[in-house]
């Protein structure tokens, strides 16, 4: 497996496995910071109907019930067609909420990989971005979207990002 998480230097694990951004929508990691200051894993079992996966461990489920769709994504610079699949990805999670589906978005923390995907399924829904990522800070945390690209993604619109990122000959 590819190394998709970059370090957070000085941002602190959440204090929740998971958290809901709007009714039935919902985002969170692999890992947290119980009251005990403990670093715990968040296993996922039949609280869901649709679990994404930016990020995935053995042994965090979700349970048989759950669909599971897994996506792994690096927490740095995307490539175009990296954008073009969070946008379907953010599509796939709005129809699931169209549906009536309780969805997780998560990644290892809980902030970056899970906050553009939900940020950007909140676009899709009609939310301009500031907003958004305002809504994803003050849900999961203060610390969700602290990736400055990935915000530069979501105010500049994925498609002018994966266009622009189509044009660098390293991607």
């Known amino acids: 497996m590819s190394k998709t998480r970059q370090r957070d230097q000085g941002v602190p694990h959440p ?44 042994g965090h489920g979700p349970g048989p019930r759950a669909e599971h769709v897994v996506a792994e994504l690096p927490d740095a610079p995307l490539t175009a067609a990296q954008l073009h699949f969070v946008q379907h990805l953010a599509r796939t999670v709005s129809l ?23 940020a950007q399924c909140l676009v899709e ?26 915000t530069a993604y979501l105010a500049d619109g994925l498609d002018i990002a994966a266009l622009l990122a189509g044009l660098d000959p390293s991607s």
Do not use: K, Q
């Open 125 to 150: 829904r009609g939310l301009p971005p500031d907003r958004a990522v305002a809504l994803v800070r003050s849900r999961r945390s203060p610390h969700a979207l602290h990736n400055e690209t990935f």
């Open 96 to 118: 699931a909420l169209d549906l009536g589906l309780t969805t997780l978005v998560r990644c290892h923390s809980g902030y970056n990989r899970s906050g553009l995907v939900v």
């Open 15 to 58: 204090a929740t496995p998971w958290d809901e951004i709007t009714p039935g929508l919902w985002m969170g990691g692999h890992f947290w910071t119980g009251p005990s200051g403990r670093l715990r894993p968040a296993v996922v079992t039949d609280e869901f109907d649709l679990v994404v996966s930016l990020f995935t461990r053995s």
